[in-house]
């Protein structure tokens, strides 16, 4: 188990295509997805809701299976789930059975020993700020707080890549701005490759070093935007809204332009 | 204490219509509104209970009949737990079990008494298999829905986390599927409790259903009373017993405590 923690690897994904089967159609979600994210990158991923962009995550961490092209972790063909990938799903997902410690620990795989594992827990607890809460249920947290747990369940494995799959949608905007800047402390700490799928362009280029903009279904990456604004981002910048501003332009220039000006 | 003092606030009801009945049926016996030969009065049924306790009777009886309850529900819950797990998540053991199953499990468990009495006389094997049958389709039931039931998102956390068949299904199918287990033990063991009255009804020389039917021969129709609602109380108790069981062991539970 000595990938863990080995050298940084670059995400790879050639060629993806997928369609589903409905009945006896074909629907196609994804056309052609090229896409290479370097070690340490941030890279959000942003497209209108059902065009596939949680399948596309669901395909890089191994849950989906069926598809056309390929993807590559290093040299390592993705051919199924593995630890070197962590996920976050929208609902944070915890084991209402297991204390918040243990939940954490269930991450974790048998080849550590007691003491380790509890030291990583620990670590872990640390670093999403629940040291506190290692004994409580998860019912007992906030819905932020229990994705913070999912975030370090995620974490503990040292993962080279962490997917978030919509990690926020589902938390008050208060709440949602302070995960959003808990995850560039994190990121920051850490220092795994992550990428992220969301429908809030805010969200998308305050986190991200690189936002894909994803087209309706079969979704193709449409743009690739490059977020140069250095951290701490403030999302009333210039060149924030600017930003916002191309990506508005790109997302609903083939709908209609929600904003066009009349006199 | 106080927690005593809000639950007779809440559930003053609960008592107040018992013992209001008990009076008018009291009061009915005493004015001779009914044969006593029929339905003694509460008082005197309370006096032969105490009589029964006393003697040691009623508890030798009743005491017979919970171990064999607690062997026989032993017996068909392991089982029933055994199989419901194969059933649950080997397609091909439910496949070829489908149709057996489908016919034996509507029988009710009286049916089989005479068969058992045939095959194994009216020895405690037969009262324990009644028993062990009766409990058995309960707990499977619910075994099997519980596991197809528990949430396919909990089950992909652990794929993702490449965990091995065996941990899946011990720290993530079973304890997600405990609290539908439990409702199916609950209902199982009344179920138990149900069959070994029957079977001791129909032929034994001890338990509680014994004691009634031997009371019946003899006319003592007060003994007879007592021990059909010794049988209800019985049943309360084991109840209760079992929820305090349940609490303790599914703290995690939100919607138990609630309710």
């Known amino acids: 188990m000595s990938m863990i923690a080995a050298s940084p690897q670059t995400l790879t994904i050639k060629g993806l295509s997928k369609r589903f089967q409905i009945d006896n159609d074909f629907v196609e979600v994804l056309n052609d997805i090229d896409l290479e994210v370097t070690p340490g990158e941030f890279v959000s991923i942003i497209g209108p809701s059902g065009c596939g962009k949680s399948t596309l995550l669901r395909m890089v961490a191994g849950l989906e299976q069926e598809y056309q092209g390929e993807i590559y972790l290093g040299d390592e063909l993705i051919k199924g789930p593995r630890v070197n990938r962590g996920m976050v799903f ?69 993962p080279q890549v962490l997917l978030l799959d919509e990690p926020f949608g589902a938390l008050d905007a208060m709440t949602r701005i302070s995960m959003q800047q808990e995850i560039i402390r994190i990121w920051e700490a850490e220092k795994t490759t992550i990428l992220l799928v969301t429908h809030d362009i805010d969200e998308a280029i305050f986190l991200g070093d690189r936002v ?42 083939e709908v209609e332009v929600p904003f066009s000006y009349s006199i | 204490m106080k927690k005593i003092g809000s639950w007779l606030r809440e559930n003053l009801l609960a008592l107040v219509v018992p013992i209001l009945l008990l009076s008018v049926w009291e009061a009915a016996g005493q004015l001779g509104w009914i044969r006593a030969a029929l ?44 199989v419901g797990v194969q059933i649950a998540l080997v397609k091909k053991f439910r496949i070829a079990l489908s149709l057996i199953f489908g016919v034996l499990r509507p029988i009710p468990v009286i ?6 009495i045939l095959w194994m006389g009216i020895d405690e094997g037969s009262k ?29 956390v652990a794929t993702i986390l490449e965990k091995d068949q065996k941990t899946l299904l011990t720290k993530v199918v079973l304890p997600a599927a405990l609290p539908a287990i439990f409702t199916g033990v609950r209902v199982g063991i009344d179920v138990a409790w149900r069959s070994v009255v029957a079977a001791e009804l129909i032929a034994a020389a001890s338990g509680i259903g014994y004691m009634i039917m031997y009371a019946r021969e003899l006319s003592q129709i007060d003994v007879v009373l007592v021990g059909v609602l010794s ?29």
């Not at chain 2, 049988?231 to 309710?259: A, F």
């Open chain 2, 128 to 156: 324990i298999t009644v028993i062990a049958i009766g409990s058995f389709w309960t707990v499977l039931v619910s075994v099997v829905q519980g596991i197809r039931s528990v949430d396919k998102k909990y089950l992909e």
């Open chain 2, 111 to 116: 049916a089989w008494i005479p068969v058992l």
């Open chain 2, 231 to 259: 049988i209800g109380l019985t049943g309360v108790l084991i109840d209760q017993l079992l929820l305090l069981l349940e609490k303790r062991l599914l703290k995690w539970n939100v919607n138990l405590h609630e309710s």
């Open chain 1, 212 to 253: 894909v903009v994803m087209s309706k279904r079969p979704a193709t990456a449409k743009a690739v935007i490059p977020i140069d604004l250095p951290r701490p981002r403030d999302r009333n910048s210039y060149e924030f809204v600017q930003v916002r501003k191309t990506i508005y332009s790109n997302f609903f220039s």
């Open chain 1, 90 to 158: 929208q609902e944070a997902r915890l084991y209402p059975w297991l204390t918040i410690e243990n939940n954490v620990a269930f991450g974790l795989g048998h080849h550590h020993s007691a003491e380790e594992k509890k030291r990583i827990v620990a670590e872990h607890l640390e670093l999403v700020g629940l040291s506190s809460f290692a004994k409580a249920y998860p019912h007992q947290l906030s819905g932020g707080m229990q994705q913070r747990v999912s975030i370090a369940r995620a974490l503990v494995n040292r």
């Open chain 2, 39 to 82: 339905l003694p009065r509460p008082s005197a049924i309370a006096q032969v209970l105490v009589e029964l306790i006393a003697s040691g009777e009623l508890f030798i009886h009743l005491g017979i009949s919970i171990l064999r309850v607690g062997q026989g529900f032993l017996i068909g819950a392991f089982l029933g737990v055994l």
